[in-house]
Nanobody
């Protein structure tokens, strides 16, 4: 079992930055690929980024490449999402999730989810 808790969301102006954190419980954190997803009202949950269990491999959705950076610290059981150059289109609830499937970008393949943290970008 892995329990996940996001933090770091908030209200920011367009062009600003936020760093999201995802704290995990349990001693098996380093076995899981970890992903960030987001969901805006009336839309489906969207893949944002994933980092492999070791932290060596990352994938991003095209719309955030060059602006967002995913990372993890297995010693601290924590994953991060550094978000720069934010736009109103980034407004959503952001979720962290864990999967045993390597580098998955499909939300249905994730086994554990956090409660989500709201990110709002004003224009």
């Amino acid at each position: 079992q892995v329990q996940l808790q996001e933090s770091g969301g908030g209200l920011v102006q367009a062009g600003g930055s936020l760093r999201l954190s995802c704290a995990a419980s349990g001693r098996t954190f380093s076995r899981y690929s970890m992903g960030w997803f987001r969901q805006a009202p009336g839309t489906e949950r969207e893949f944002v980024a994933v980092v492999s269990a070791s932290g060596g491999i990352t994938y991003y959705v095209d719309s955030v490449k060059g602006r967002f950076t995913i990372s993890r610290d297995n010693a601290k059981n924590t994953m991060y999402l550094q978000m720069n150059s934010l736009t109103p289109e980034d407004t959503a609830v952001y979720y962290c999730a864990a999967t045993i499937r390597y580098g998955s970008r499909e939300y249905r393949e994730y086994d554990y989810w956090g409660q989500g943290t709201q990110v709002t970008v004003s224009s």
